[in-house]
Each structure stands twice: as C-alpha cells, then as structure tokens.
C-alpha cells in the first residue's frame, strides 16, 4: 500500500489531461474483475481514483501470491511489461469496485514534455516505492510472521477490512492456517 498522492496530484492530472490533450481515459472495473491476466501486454500504469485491488502472480504450483495491494491514489503498472515491454506475469484484481485512469507510455511522455519538472516528481515516487518494497521483501527474512502480521495491523488497519485472509496470509509469506494460529493468539 503506497500513495501517490504526494507525488502526483490527481486534480492537476485531470487539469493537465484538458489543457495537454494528453486523451487520458477512464476505466471502472467491478469487483471480482481481473483487469489484467499474466501474459497480457501491460500499456498502461494506472491511478486509482477510487476502489482496492490486488496484485498477485502464481508460484510454480500455480498458487496465488499477493504481491501487493492497492487503494485511492495508487499508481500500479506491471513494471516488466510497461517500461521493458518483457512478458508480463501479474494479475490486477479489483476487490471492490474501482475507478482507474489509463496513462499510456506515450501519454505520459507528452505531459513530461509539457511538464518536465514532473520527472523529478515521478524518480522521487519511484525511490520511495522501491524502498518500501525492499523493506517488505527484507522483512520476510528478519521479523517472525506474527511481528509482521502486527505492523501490517498497525501500518494498514483497513486492508483487514478490505481483503480476504487468504490474500494477507499469502502477502506476508505465511499459510492461512499460520495466520489463523497467530489471529488466536493475540
């Protein structure tokens, strides 16, 4: 769970959308709705303007695995497919209704050129994404799964409303049947 809002602020985009041409449109995606399949040719990154999603690809054995979860204000994209145009392995799923906005590679070219100022906004979102996906994927290696199920409590108490447990198990790296043992006791 990463805002972007910080570092791109929706009504300038929509603003910067008329007065660029830049042709953004939108999507609503319903819940259940996978909106992006392995496989599929990711063109665009998307904002969400409204709703909760999850990212998740398979394992070897074909089990889902989150990868991440996504509210208002995030931007996502299947970094592989949309920046390397390599064969993309994600799966965006909307766990409620959501509202995105589509940016083409070329759209969002055009408005870094009428708003070049806007890169160093993007590097900085960019850092701080990958920072916090670092310390995730650290996390797995240097906190118990109970230390980590607590700071996911803590730092995003309404994803335990929003998502199944199943999905969280497999986000912090646990089964469902661990995250049960440790739900009881706490």
């Not at 920046?83 to 759209?107: G, P, Y």
């Amino acid at each position: 769970m990463f805002s972007s809002k910080l570092y791109i602020d929706i009504e300038k985009l929509i603003k910067w959308n008329l007065e660029f041409g830049l042709g953004l449109r939108n999507k609503s995606v319903k819940k259940g709705e996978i909106f992006l399949k392995e496989g599929q040719r990711c063109k665009h990154l998307y904002y969400l303007l409204s709703g909760f999603t999850r990212v998740y690809y398979l394992d070897l054995e074909g089990n889902e695995i989150t990868h991440w979860f996504c509210a208002k204000d995030a931007i996502i994209t299947s970094p592989f497919s949309y920046v390397k145009d390599e064969r993309n392995i994600l799966f965006f799923e909307a766990l409620e209704d959501t509202e995105l906005i589509l940016i083409s590679a070329k759209q969002l070219d055009k408005l870094l050129h009428y708003k070049p100022e806007l890169s160093e906004a993007l590097r900085e979102m960019n850092a701080e994404f990958a920072m916090v996906l670092s310390r995730r994927v650290m996390s797995l290696h240097t906190q118990t799964a109970e230390e980590r199920y607590l700071n996911l409590m803590k730092e995003h108490p309404l994803l335990f409303q929003k998502a199944k447990l199943s999905h969280i198990a497999s986000f912090l790296g646990i089964t469902q049947q661990s995250l049960s043992r440790i739900r009881k006791n706490l």
